[in-house]
T-cell receptor, first 111, second 115 residues
Framework: DAKTTQPPSMDCAEGRAANLPCNHSTISGNEYVYWYRQIHSQGPQYIIHGLKNNETNEMASLIITEDRKSSTLILPHATLRDTAVYYCIVSPLDSNYQLIWGAGTKLIIKP | ETGVTQSPTHLIKTRGQQVTLRCSSQSGHNTVSWYQQALGQGPQFIFQYYREEENGRGNFPPRFSGLQFPNYSSELNVNALELDDSALYLC??????????????FGPGTRLTVL
């Protein structure tokens, strides 16, 4: 079973910041928080990952709470092309790690 | 640097047949993982290949098998196809990093329909 809980769907206005929450209260010390997104029927696209510090790249920012039990993915200026299912996954980066996926959050960006 | 590629894009088979799906890993990556994604669900881990050996397997029957070649490309074989095998099959590649593996990057998938 997935170790994360996400809202099934969210809306966001185009040009605004999209904030996607994720709960992972049973996360272990060696597990990273990963975010992927999947645009309809395409392969998942890697967005960002982090262990305990906040992370930022050209796509998004990842804010992880100090107790690491939850995180938020922030898309700073959402566009219509950001409409997708967003998956939050926790996984260690050990030698045979597998990604265990939940149902994700369907994010709809509205004009 | 080329990304992960998969072939074919779409495939239609009938129940009982066998199918082979192919994946070329991203340049510099030596590990390939396969996932099955049924409609409306998240991907499910099938197995992983590292240096041509199976390196972990999910809850899939033995009729799902795989290979990894010296150039790190991989095949997924499914025998005795069932209707429930209809799904998007995803391949992800990753490279070794200190302490384990680095981030998995996905290909576009192969859509398999079993009639």
């Amino acid at each position: 079973d997935a170790k994360t809980t996400q809202p099934p769907s969210m809306d966001c206005a185009e040009g605004r910041a999209a904030n996607l929450p994720c709960n992972h209260s049973t996360i272990s010390g060696n597990e990273y928080v990963y975010w992927y997104r999947q645009i309809h029927s395409q392969g998942p696209q890697y967005i960002i990952h982090g262990l305990k510090n906040n992370e930022t790249n050209e796509m998004a920012s990842l804010i992880i709470t100090e107790d690491r039990k939850s995180s938020t993915l922030i898309l700073p200026h959402a566009t219509l092309r950001d409409t997708a299912v967003y998956y939050c996954i926790v996984s260690p980066l050990d030698s045979n790690y597998q990604l265990i996926w939940g149902a994700g959050t369907k994010l709809i960006i509205k004009p | 640097e080329t990304g992960v590629t998969q072939s074919p894009t779409h495939l239609i088979k009938t129940r009982g047949q066998q199918v082979t799906l192919r994946c070329s890993s991203q340049s510099g990556h030596n590990t390939v993982s396969w996932y099955q994604q049924a409609l409306g669900q998240g991907p499910q881990f099938i197995f992983q290949y590292y240096r041509e050996e199976e390196n972990g397997r999910g809850n899939f029957p033995p009729r799902f098998s795989g290979l990894q070649f010296p150039n790190y490309s991989s095949e997924l074989n499914v025998n005795a196809l069932e209707l429930d095998d209809s799904a998007l099959y995803l391949c992800a590649s990753s490279r070794e990093a200190s302490g384990g593996l680095d981030t998995q990057y996905f290909g576009p998938g192969t859509r398999l329909t079993v009639l």
